[in-house]
């Protein structure tokens, strides 16, 4: 069974940036057709799709945040890693890294890390 655990600071100011980290068990980040996903619930929203890695490396990004999220992954450690720049406390979240299931471009997922809260503020 897949597993995946989400590490990386609980609390950032204003204007830093995120940097998380996924750790992927039971199955290989560049297993061909799987694509990996970061995904954030904001206080009293849904869920929101943040971006995509795919088994080829290949990324893509939520139109919202195009401009300040990065994905990268360390095959050799079997992670991928999210980092969002210039925060603002409307990226407080609880950030989940999952394994994508019914498409790239969604939060759609068959397994998820049990997520992590991350706060923005000074």
């Known amino acids: 069974q897949v597993q995946l655990q989400e590490s990386g600071p609980g609390l950032v100011k204003p204007s830093q940036t995120l940097s998380l980290t996924c750790t992927v068990s039971g199955g290989s980040i560049t297993a061909n057709s799987n694509y990996w996903k970061w995904i954030r619930q904001p206080p009293g929203k849904g869920l929101e799709w943040m971006g995509s890695i795919t088994s080829s490396g290949r990324t893509y990004y939520g139109p919202s945040l195009k401009s300040r999220a990065s994905i990268s992954r360390d095959t050799s450690k079997n992670q991928f890693t999210l980092q969002l720049m210039s925060v603002t406390p409307e990226d407080t979240a609880v950030y989940y890294c999952?394994?994508?299931?019914?498409?790239?471009?969604?939060?759609?997922?068959?397994?998820r890390g049990q997520g992590t809260q991350v706060t923005v503020s000074s």
């Open positions: 999952a394994r994508g299931a019914g498409g790239v471009f969604n939060p759609n997922y068959d397994y």
